[in-house]
């Protein structure tokens, strides 16, 4: 037989099947992860398919080949449908399938870094009566002690037995020599942090929404198709739809995958699963350590665990028989890779389940635009669950225009209304969220006389004051981009004028004035600066969900998921903060931030209030999430999008160019921008289907010390313009050692 190899090497040049001979006694597969020799060197790689010996392909001789060298695991690393969906992959996105296959592995697995965990266990070998032994042992309590221990007949882990009978290895040697008892290994799995603390716990009884929508989706499931918009407002209890759906997929003895934005932020997510599903549960995400992820890679893989809990790469879980995938506030950016090879989560959920038959769930409830447009082409069937759990009712927000603020002489950054709710709030024993999406203290340091900004010395950007708060330190300046920092100049560096200001505020900020306003409460705050820890997520809402602190306060962290029953107010303290951004998406991005906030207050019997602090209360964008209406706000956003021809009616790519010297970048950008214009020009099919094409500086001109061009095309996604496409991807190839090519399409930001 002859085994076709992709090797482990990303290269154009060996971009293609190698063949080699297995040997006789190999056992082989296709998916199976070999070793075998490259030139001089001995490589990994992926067995793609295996012929018989009379299917050779033409001009290589039998005698030439050279066998595999040996295989790496008793399995096929890749599955099949696994194999199909690489090689899809790696066509969509112009890189080797060398490249894809890697997608579908846990990064340890590969480097080969990562052992099996294997313990020692003992057990009462067959016909042997415990007691009977243990009491002629009466010069060795030891022995005597662990015959009792392993009187039950089952195996026992020696690392337990040890910590009832000290050092007990020499005692269970002499035990296994006597024909007592058996010793052996057993691999152990290395199971994520809380695994162990499940609760058992079994659904409720349904509500009538919930019941509803099971009920439109269920018959597609049990034929293993459909594909299905879930469009149901905060707190309408998705998840147990989730749970129910899961339930029925593990009935028909078929695995599901439920990927949620970032799994440090829903801690609550995986409880409920594990509290349901047991062991049956996996989880899958980047805050495991190397091993956790291998062993629950593997215990997906060999069929111990079909419910895969898991962030974005969670996608490519080696379930064999697939039955369901949930994508949880599907409309969320993290589901686009930000690294190459570029996917989309949903995208790939669609190929899985389609190809492997199996039905897809996008869930939210503010769903993307993309997805909403296609639930009305017909892609997607649309499943609504328009109440609340219970006929709780849906917050009631209020609108507060922070330029009567101003005028009224309140320079806080909280309204009077929101200090009187909170005084209410806090008042009442319940709890309250406050939310602004900006990090740091100030977010902004001017000169008075002269205007100049402190901006980063490697990045086109302006640096953040960061101050814990209540402390009389100056704190320092920091670049969101690269992470530099200086210390927070006190005259102009520019003019040398004394009248620096600080301007902006960020979550530091909020918790310091929270604190002057109300002394005794106790606070606790969730950005990027206090959840760098692997457990700090947890920590820190685990203090507010068991209410030793009152108010939360976060940036678009808390606006996601969280359940929190106690809280019945919530403040956005600057809801136009995102209106401002430099992307045709700042709208949607905006509506949904808000309308998924204000959806974490009054989640149980209490209802919940909503103040929405803005300088823009007339913006059609914060009225829509203000009434929740998401219908209203996706027509309107619609047909803006239409009108000035923006996804999802064109499509955005664009060649971005980066180099130390910006006259390289710009050189480039005008050779790159020259070629695809010849391109469009000469192929005038092409002509009608490309609506701009600009070369210019990147929004943010420089990142780390970078000078940043780029050539930007608007598009229409349509046959004629994949040449066009391809053309680009291609380039990114012209990447030199002082100029690096990214080729983007739709990118999820574009900076
Ligand atoms: P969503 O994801 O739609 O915002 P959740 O799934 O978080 O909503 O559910 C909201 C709350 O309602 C949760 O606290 C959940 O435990 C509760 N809940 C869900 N379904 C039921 C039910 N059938 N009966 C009682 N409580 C429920
Ligand atoms: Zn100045
Ligand atoms: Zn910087």
């Known amino acids: 037989m002859i085994a076709q190899v992709i090797v482990d090497v990303v290269h154009t040049n060996v971009d293609k099947p190698f063949s080699y001979l297995v040997p006789q006694e190999m056992n082989v597969a296709v998916g199976m992860r ?24 033409v001009g290589l001789p039998l005698e030439k080949m050279r066998p595999l060298t040996k295989v790496l695991d008793e399995y096929s690393a890749i599955l099949p449908a696994m194999l199909e969906l690489a090689k899809e992959i790696a066509e969509d996105a112009h890189c080797p399938l060398a490249e894809t296959l890697r997608l579908m592995l846990p990064p340890a697995m590969r480097s080969g870094r990562i052992q099996r965990q294997m313990d020692k266990y003992a057990e009462l070998a067959d016909g042997v009566n415990a007691e009977e032994e243990a009491q002629k042992q009466k010069r060795a309590p030891k022995r005597a002690m662990l015959l009792r221990l392993l009187a039950d007949g089952k195996p026992h882990a020696v690392s337990d037995l040890s910590q009832i009978v000290a050092n007990p290895r020499d005692a269970l040697k002499v035990l296994d ?19 162990e603390n499940e609760v058992r716990s079994t659904a409720p009884k349904l509500t009538y929404g919930q019941k509803e929508a099971l009920g439109a989706m269920i018959p597609s499931l049990k034929e293993g198709k459909g594909a299905f918009l879930l469009h149901g407002v905060t707190g309408s209890g998705k998840t147990e739809v989730y749970l129910d759906m899961v339930r029925e997929t593990l009935a028909m ?26 062991p049956e549960t996996a989880v899958l995400h980047s805050r495991l350590t190397d091993g956790q992820r291998y062993d629950e890679w593997r215990r997906i893989r060999l069929g111990y665990a079909r419910v895969v809990v898991g962030a974005r790469s ?36 669609m190929s899985r389940t389609m190809r492997e038959g199996g039905t897809l769930v996008l869930s939210s409830a503010t769903p993307s635009i993309l997805s909403f447009a296609m639930a009305r082409r017909g892609d997607y069937t649309l499943v609504e669950m328009p109440d609340r759990v219970n006929e ?85 300046l920091r670049c969101h981009m690269c992470g530099a920092e200086k210390a927070p100049p006190t005259i102009c560096p520019e003019c040398g004028s004394k009248y620096i200001r ?34 700090a997520h947890a920590k820190l809402l685990g203090e507010f969900g068991e209410g030793r602190a009152q108010v939360l306060i976060g940036t678009q962290m808390i606006a996601k998921g969280l359940d929190f029953p106690r809280v019945t107010l919530v403040g956005v303290i600057a809801a136009d903060m995102t209106l401002n951004l430099p992307d045709y998406r700042a709208q949607e991005r905006t509506f949904q931030l808000i309308t998924q906030v204000a959806g974490r207050a009054g989640r149980a019997d209490s209802s919940g209030e909503v103040i ?31 009108a000035g021809l923006y996804p999802p009616f064109t499509m955005l790519a664009r060649m971005l160019v980066e180099s130390e010297r910006e006259v390289d970048a710009k050189e480039m950008a005008e050779r790159l921008y020259e070629t695809i214009q010849t391109f469009i020009l000469s192929h005038p099919a092409q002509k009608k289907r490309v609506l701009l094409v600009r070369m210019d500086e990147a929004p943010v001109k420089r990142i780390r010390g970078q000078h940043r061009y780029h050539v930007l095309l608007k598009l229409f996604d349509h046959a004629d313009t994949a040449p066009l496409l391809r053309l680009m991807s291609e380039m990114s190839n012209l990447s030199n050692d002082h100029c690096k090519i990214y080729c983007e399409v739709n990118p999820a930001t574009m900076m």
């Open 34 to 57: 070999v070793s075998v020799p490259l030139g001089r060197r001995q490589v990994d790689g992926y067995i793609v398919q295996l012929l018989l010996d009379d299917q050779l392909p």
């Open 177 to 195: 020599e006597a024909g007592l008892i058996k010793l052996s290994k057993q691999e152990v799995f290395r199971a994520p942090d809380g695994a």
């Open 253 to 278: 003895g078929r695995g599901s995958i439920i990927l949620v934005p970032e799994i440090a932020l829903t801690p609550q997510m995986i409880r409920w699963f594990r509290n349901r599903f047991g």
């Open 314 to 349: 969670a996608i490519f879980a080696p379930i064999e028989k697939l039955g369901l995938i949930v994508i949880d506030e599907e409309h969320e950016q993290t589901y686009l890779s930000d690294k190459h090879p570029r996917y989309d989560a949903r995208h790939i959920a």
């Open 392 to 476: 709780r009712p849906l917050p009631e927000v209020t609108i507060v225009d922070m330029r009567h603020e101003l005028e009224a002489g309140n320079r806080s950054i909280f309204s009077i209304l929101l200090i009187q709710k909170l005084k209410e709030c806090m008042d009442r024993g319940e709890q309250a969220m406050l939310f602004l999406n900006r990090r740091g203290f100030n977010t902004f340091i001017s000169c008075r006389s002269c205007g100049y900004v402190v901006k980063c010395e490697q990045c086109d950007l302006s640096l953040t004051l960061h101050r814990e708060p209540g402390k009389n330190d100056p704190g320092k």
């Open 502 to 535: 600080f301007f902006g505020s960020g979550t530091q900020r909020v918790e310091e004035e929270m604190h002057k306003l109300f002394p005794s409460v106790k606070t606790v705050r969730m950005d990027i600066d206090t959840t760098r820890g692997r457990d």
């Open 612 to 642: 929405v602090q803005t300088y823009k209360p007339d913006n059609p964008c914060i009225l829509a999430a203000a009434d929740q209406d998401y219908r209203a706000f996706f027509e309107m956003e619609f047909s803006r999008r239409r």
